[in-house]
């Protein structure tokens, strides 16, 4: 897909619009496919970018589905995974939301002793589960989106091993499969072979495990010096650790990951409309029409988003703080050399498929954009923008 793609898509949809390059999606997947041989699968985390459409897509490719809440699962089976492709790993729902999914038969993730003990008395061994461990290893871009800290809310601390052996022994419940997701954007990948030596040295207290999953934590570049997870060099680090692991133990587990931003980063591209130039005593500002509302990454996460302007590529370069229209301080960007901006021209924010849409937002009452789907040179409207009626759809007037 090129930028005259994106242009055109800009006149025929309106902005602002997320485009997603279906075959980035594809390249993406097959990185990981052809790197790890053994008994290796990969569940796309559909938190992501839950697009129906995408979805469909990513399960034609031949991956599974990793849901972290009912209706992703249920998304999920609508978009034509089958029940065993899925995964459900809910952080802080209730029993009730993991009954409904024992009966669309996905696998299950408990990360809590609560649950594990409720669901063990009522169930026992008649319907097998996983167990999210906790290992305590920190890893990941940053606090808000590591996972295995000390402090943090996920998984069951691996010193709580002991008690969830007494569940799994005095109720008979069945443990198939340990989890672990230490965050997302790990920079060393020694880390997930770190993490993948705990999970081993778990294996020996559960005999019936069949399933080990490292969660995510594949990188992606945002930037220009930022690196890409070495996949083909993981891939062989990891085929090699497994061989070790069922020649020393005679086990044969399959390794699961859920990769979500590494499959879907790359694909998105949001175009914006540069609204208003302005120029304050200090700075230029290059106001568009789009907000944390739409992209919050940045405000969130501090997250950095290459940012392009598709209409005056030759432009001069100059220095902007790209700031959005909504009233609150909403900054993409400070000091970016973009070529020169004019009202009316569209940019573009790169790896915008991840978390940008799926994160949005109606804050301002403002609208929820378009997304287009690019495939087979085609760019088709795979989401309606919103319409002012939506916002007031589930408002009951009583006044
Ligand atoms: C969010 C999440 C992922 C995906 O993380 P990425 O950084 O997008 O790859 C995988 N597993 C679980 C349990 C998650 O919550």
Not at 41 to 56: E, H, M, P, S
Request: some cysteine; proline content about 3%.
């Amino acid at each position: 897909m090129t930028n005259r793609n994106l242009l055109k898509i800009a006149e025929e949809f309106g902005t602002p619009v997320y485009v997603y390059d279906a075959e980035s999606i594809k390249v993406q997947y097959e990185k990981l496919t052809s790197s790890f041989h053994r008994n290796t699968r990969f569940f796309y985390a559909a938190k992501a970018l839950t697009n129906i459409n995408i979805l469909k897509y990513v399960n034609n490719l031949g991956a599974g589905l990793d849901c972290v809440s009912i209706n992703e699962v249920k998304l999920g089976l609508k978009a034509g995974f089958p029940s065993h492709k899925i995964l459900f790993t809910p952080n802080c729902v209730d029993l009730a939301e993991i009954e409904e999914a024992m009966e669309l038969k996905v696998h299950i993730n408990i990360d809590n002793i609560s649950i594990l003990e409720q669901f063990g008395n009522r169930y026992a061994g008649s319907y097998p589960i996983f167990v999210r461990i906790n290992p305590h290893i920190f890893a990941g871009g940053n606090y808000k989106i590591s996972t295995g800290h000390i402090d943090s809310k996920f998984g069951i601390s691996i010193h709580q091993l002991r008690h969830i052996e007494r569940i799994m022994n005095s109720t008979g419940l069945r443990i198939e499969g340990l989890h672990m997701h230490t965050g997302s954007e790990i920079k060393d990948p020694d880390v997930f072979l770190q993490g993948l030596d705990i999970m081993f040295e778990l294996s020996e207290h559960f005999p019936e495990l069949k399933y080990i999953d490292m969660g995510s934590g594949f990188k992606v570049p945002y930037q220009k010096d930022d690196l890409e997870t070495d996949v083909p060099s993981l891939g062989k680090k990891v085929d090699h650790a497994l061989k070790e692991f069922s020649k020393k133990t005679g086990k044969k587990v399959d390794l699961w990951f859920e990769p979500g931003k590494f499959l879907v980063s790359k694909s998105g591209h949001f175009l914006v409309k540069a609204n208003v130039i302005k120029h304050t005593t200090a700075t230029v500002f290059a106001g568009v029409n789009s907000g944390f509302n739409h992209l919050i990454r940045p405000m969130f996460y501090d997250s950095y988003h290459v940012i392009e302007n598709l209409s005056n590529p030759k432009g001069t370069e100059r220095i902007y703080t790209v700031v959005g229209n909504i009233c609150e301080t909403d900054t993409f960007a400070w000091d970016r050399k973009i070529t020169e901006v004019r009202e009316g021209d569209i940019l573009v924010f790169r790896n915008a498929g991840a978390y940008g849409f799926e994160m949005s937002s109606n804050f301002n009452s403002r609208l929820k954009p378009a997304e287009v789907l690019f495939i087979e040179g085609k760019a088709k409207l795979i989401r309606k923008r919103e319409e002012f009626e939506d916002l007031l759809k589930n408002q009951v007037e009583v006044l």
